[in-house]
T-cell receptor
Framework: AQSVTQPDIHITVSEGASLELRCNYSYGATPYLFWYVQSPGQGLQLLLKYFSGDTLVQGIKGFEAEFKRSQSSFNLRKPSVHWSDAAEYFCAVGAAAGGGNKLTFGTGTQLKVEL | DGGITQSPKYLFRKEGQNVTLSCEQNLNHDAMYWYRQDPGQGLRLIYYSHIVNDFQKGDIAEGYSVSREKKESFPLTVTSAQKNPTAFYLC????????????FGPGTRLLVL
């Protein structure tokens, strides 16, 4: 069975600083990987996804992630954080399940941005 | 405006009561999913359905039931057998093919009186 580890529960960065959120996965085959963001009391919004091809993936809001098979990682990065990026971030791995994917989520990383 | 709607936003359950959470999508997606979110635990899959009139249990199906009579609707019932129902419930949908993204609704927060 697949699993996802997000080792950082909370991260605080200053506005304008760079950001890296860590994600490690366990999956026997080629994974489908996702990063979602959630504002308090809201649903999840997709930031980016990796299915195959180029291992550096660009997403919305200036985010990017790099798939490293050798390290089983899919870390999320942003060169300059804005105060509006404060939210909870979830990494997920997808496994084929009939007509669709079953997603397994990490426990999330809460990002705080200091002004 | 295409999307996923969940209602109500807040729901209160009394002891021994069954309650039903609504999820509707107008994206013409075949697959729909229900997740439960608890603080510090991420999202856990309750039930999913890849086609009308068919659904499968996820990782934490005990105490929950679903139906999929229409493509656009996937209601979740929290039964009295679910002893710890207080959580944030999220519905999602996807086109229904592999390698497809799941899109999420705004969620329903269930509280126990």
């Amino acid at each position: 069975a697949q699993s996802v580890t997000q080792p950082d529960i909370h991260i605080t960065v200053s506005e304008g600083a760079s950001l890296e959120l860590r994600c490690n996965y366990s999956y026997g085959a080629t994974p489908y990987l996702f990063w979602y963001v959630q504002s308090p009391g809201q649903g999840l919004q997709l930031l980016l996804k990796y299915f195959s091809g180029d291992t550096l993936v660009q997403g919305i809001k200036g985010f990017e992630a790099e798939f490293k098979r050798s390290q089983s990682s899919f870390n999320l990065r942003k060169p300059s954080v804005h105060w509006s990026d404060a939210a909870e971030y979830f990494c997920a791995v997808g496994a084929a399940a009939g007509g669709g994917n079953k997603l397994t989520f990490g426990t999330g990383t809460q990002l705080k941005v200091e002004l | 405006d295409g999307g996923i709607t969940q209602s109500p936003k807040y729901l209160f359950r009394k002891e021994g009561q069954n309650v039903t959470l609504s999820c509707e999508q107008n994206l013409n997606h075949d697959a729909m999913y229900w997740y439960r979110q608890d603080p510090g635990q991420g999202l856990r899959l309750i039930y999913y359905s890849h086609i009308v009139n068919d659904f499968q249990k996820g990782d934490i199906a005990e105490g929950y039931s679903v139906s999929r009579e229409k493509k656009e609707s996937f209601p979740l019932t929290v039964t009295s057998a679910q002893k710890n129902p207080t959580a944030f419930y999220l519905c999602a949908s996807s086109p229904g093919r592999q390698q497809e993204t799941q899109y999420f609704g705004p969620g329903t927060r269930l509280l126990v009186l």
